[in-house]
């Protein structure tokens, strides 16, 4: 065993922005995993979460759907099954990945790896996305060409797809308000994948920056959030905003049911204040922008439709990977051109996990997926520990968020490494419902059924 259990996880969380300056931003996740399974090899016993069945009977059914990667349905681009494999190797990569993040964070014990020191890497995680949207908001031209994207091929570090994962860029450039506006996606490829990892991160800061603490801690996480809504207002981001909206509600209403009605008095009253300054400066107007201006809309209602209608060809168990659609919702023609850049053929699961998985899983894949994260759910309905309360937070938003963005990789390693928590939590202190700030006893031996302690 290493004499530092959990190394992976502190290099995957707090050395992040080293990863993508060095082009590996998604990429480390999958060699960090390496070591993980050495370490779970090597162990005596390897416990599993509540449900985890489902979620293996998911991944065997992700691998029987490639069964279907030839065919080529009415109206989608006709390829062939070598065309495709990347792409189902890149997503089996990410499932199988947080597979293993989540046993190995879930095995650890409380002396390897405290609790408490994983949502302060989460936290500290959140830090590091505010840092990037800021960058992408003051200085979206920023890229820089990484040592990972030198060593590749230039006909393969030119695809569009490659590149986001190894050329770091502080922004993406789209047509969003009718002009080319820069949208924060640093550390990450995407402004969608930004955005969603704020969302499931945000609980955990709070938890480890706002909850407890010194004072001066609580101070600078309020720097931190009065920051954080710059690039979350820049990224023009309304699954984001959205998401922010139910996680408040979400609060509210668990404060509500213990009696916290002070709690939500204030937090009204602090959401009014932002409400007003939100609207008396700048960053009002460019909310108003967004929302008047839905040019996204028809490309997510185009690909919605064409994957339901794809589906039918193959409803139970999809078809391995995503499809591009035959024309899109600005033509019907095959590739965009000069005149018409947003013609061209949109990505057929690419508008939101639950549509990933529909076109490349089927109605089978998608029900276990999304059964084992409401099994999760369930298992820990009762955990009134900061630590259940941030876990259950990211499971709400992530089941939310299927519709709009899709979770592989970081998204579902941030969801995974909640739920380890929440495990651990019920596993290591199933009656006590110790504050995060406080030291924890260390973790208790885990029994499997049909063994008994001996008596001392």
């Not at 779970?40 to 990667?69: E, H, M, N, Q, Y």
């Not at 792409?87 to 014990?109: D, E, M, R, W």
């Amino acid at each position: 065993m290493s004499r530092h259990p959990g190394w992976p996880l502190t290099a995957l969380l707090t050395l992040y922005p080293l990863w993508w300056l060095l082009g590996m931003g998604t990429l480390i996740v999958f060699v960090l995993v390496l070591p993980m399974v050495l370490h779970l090899w090597r162990r005596r016993r390897i416990v599993v979460p509540p449900g985890f069945g489902l979620w293996l009977l998911f991944l065997a059914w992700v691998v029987a759907s490639t069964a279907f990667l030839g065919m080529n349905p009415p109206g989608t681009l006709p390829d062939t099954v070598s065309g495709r494999i990347v792409s189902v190797g890149f997503n089996l990569a990410g499932y199988l990945s947080a597979t293993i993040v989540l046993l190995y964070a879930g095995n650890l014990s409380e002396t390897e790896f405290p609790r408490r020191r994983l949502v302060r890497h989460l936290g500290g995680l959140f830090v590091v996305v505010v840092a990037g949207g800021l960058l992408g908001t003051f200085a979206p031209t920023f890229d820089v060409t990484s040592p990972v994207e030198l060593l590749l091929p230039d006909s393969v570090a030119e695809d569009v797809f490659v590149q986001s994962l190894v050329h770091p860029t502080a922004a993406q450039l789209h047509e969003v308000l009718g002009y080319q506006s820069p949208r924060p996606s640093a550390p990450f490829g995407f402004t969608n994948t930004w955005g969603h990892c704020f969302a499931l991160l945000l609980g955990w800061f709070l938890i480890s920056h706002m909850s407890a603490g010194h004072t001066r801690r609580r101070a600078a996480g309020l720097v931190v959030l009065l920051l954080a809504a710059i690039p979350v207002v820049y990224s023009l981001n309304r699954g984001l905003w959205l998401g922010l909206g139910l996680a408040l509600g979400v609060a509210a209403v668990r404060l509500a049911r213990r009696g916290r009605f002070a709690v939500i008095t204030g937090l009204v009253a602090a959401l009014s204040l932002t409400a007003v300054l939100l609207t008396a400066s700048p960053l009002g107007a460019m909310v108003q922008a967004r929302l008047d201006n839905g040019h996204s809309n028809d490309i997510r209602t185009f690909t919605t439709q064409r994957t339901l209608e794809v589906l039918a060809h193959s409803p139970v168990m999809g078809f391995g990977s995503t499809r591009a659609a035959l024309g899109s919702s600005n033509s019907i023609v095959v590739g965009s051109d000069a005149d018409c850049r947003r013609c061209g053929n949109p990505t057929l699961g690419s508008n939101g996990q639950v549509w990933l998985l529909l076109i490349a899983q089927g109605i089978g894949g998608t029900a276990l997926y999304v059964g084992f994260l409401l099994r999760s759910l369930w298992a820990y309905r009762r955990d009134r520990t900061p630590i259940g309360d941030g876990g259950r937070l990211v499971l709400v938003l992530s089941l939310a968020f299927m519709l709009v963005y899709n979770a592989l990789t970081m998204p579902l390693v941030i969801t995974f490494l909640s739920i380890a928590l929440m495990w651990r939590q019920q596993r290591d202190e199933p009656a006590r419902p110790a504050e995060i700030s406080r030291r924890a006893p260390a973790s208790r031996p885990v029994l499997l059924a049909g063994q008994t302690r001996s008596p001392a």
